[in-house]
């Protein structure tokens, strides 16, 4: 059975920091692109930033310099280090996984998500 399952969530204040974790089970998680998305009140789900065999590490425009994505393969486990956090960064971070080396889509694994609220 595949899950992955998000944590590190919760409150900080603006100019602050997270690390978001997801943790893969249920499929080889070495031979999976991996990325976080991620969806605030009234908008549509985003995409974050994506950790790829083929194309490395790349992020949205708004999380450039400021968000790292990386992966421990022997962990099973993915990360999304958030510093100098905005209102805006305010939303459910969702992790997502599919097959390396096919087209990037949204057809792949999902977790639950994990909610982020930047607010002082």
């Known amino acids: 059975q595949v899950q992955l399952v998000e944590s590190g969530g919760g409150l900080v204040q603006p100019g602050g920091s997270l690390r978001l974790s997801c943790i893969a089970s249920?499929?080889?998680?070495?031979?999976?692109?991996m990325g976080w998305y991620r969806q605030a009140p009234g908008k549509q789900r985003e995409l974050v930033a994506t950790f790829t065999s083929s194309a490395g590490t790349n992020f949205a425009d708004a999380v450039k310099g400021r968000f790292t994505i990386s992966r421990d393969n022997a962990k099973n486990t993915m990360y999304l280090q958030m510093n100098s956090l905005k209102p805006e960064d305010t939303a459910v971070y969702y992790c997502?996984?599919?097959?390396?080396?096919?087209?990037?889509?949204?057809?792949?694994?999902w977790g639950q998500g994990t909610q982020v609220t930047v607010s002082s």
């Open positions: 249920g499929f080889i998680f070495s031979m999976y692109a």
């Open positions: 997502y996984a599919q097959k390396s080396y096919t087209p990037w889509s949204n057809s792949g694994y």
